[in-house]
């Protein structure tokens, strides 16, 4: 019983990762690219996503719950989890043990994130605007903090994606798995440069 219930929430797990969370964080990345444009680009695309009916239902069932239920089960596969990389240097072992380092990092940076963003313009101290993330990232510390965030949270996601194609069974001879590794290599370096070039923008305004 206790095995099926594991099988069970490691599939949910899974899929939760790439649905709906991995959409969203394709979405969010592309909302905050609109910096490169601009922050009046930027300050509409927000508000847009602002005003979305609904928004409130949207943002606890297919954003917090989904993430929140990810995070903890994901905290618990990365401590119960055996690496076995010192005797088996194998490159998926290595991503295995990365998948869940990379987990911890990114559930610490969404939650600061949320804090600093979400809940603090929530809460009504301050606007949701390019001035705000302008504000937090001309920081160097909170700037080199983001940068190793959404890095982290990017190879996560695609790197996930790989497990997820395999134990989806979508993806199930060593040929589609190599073919799946240097997809998930693609997806991590674009969403990367999305990601880390939007920083740059607000932090340096380039």
Avoid: C
């Amino acid at each position: 019983m206790a095995g099926n219930r594991d099988y069970i929430n490691r599939r949910i797990h899974s899929l939760l990762g790439v649905l709906p969370i991995g959409i969203f964080l394709i979405q969010h990345l592309t909302v905050n690219f609109f910096a490169t444009r601009g922050p009046e680009a930027f300050n509409a695309a927000a508000h847009f996503m602002e005003s979305l009916p609904y928004r409130y239902v949207l943002e606890l069932f297919i954003i917090f719950l989904p993430i929140l239920f990810h995070g903890i089960y994901g905290v618990y596969i990365a401590f119960t989890a055996k690496h076995n990389v010192s005797n088996y240097g194998y490159f998926r072992n290595w991503m295995f043990m990365l998948q869940r380092y990379t987990g911890v990092i990114t559930l610490i940076f969404i939650a600061w994130h949320v804090w600093e963003t979400r809940i603090a313009i929530g809460l009504g101290w301050v606007d949701l605007n390019y001035q705000l993330m302008e504000n937090i990232l001309t920081n160097p510390f909170f700037f080199w903090f983001y940068v190793v965030g959404v890095v982290s949270t990017t190879f996560h996601f695609a790197n996930g994606l790989w497990s997820f194609f395999v134990s989806w069974g979508i993806t199930m001879t060593p040929r589609s798995q190599r073919i799946m590794t240097y997809a998930s290599i693609i997806v991590f370096l674009a969403v990367s440069y999305v990601g880390v070039r939007t920083l740059f923008t607000f932090a340096y305004g380039v």
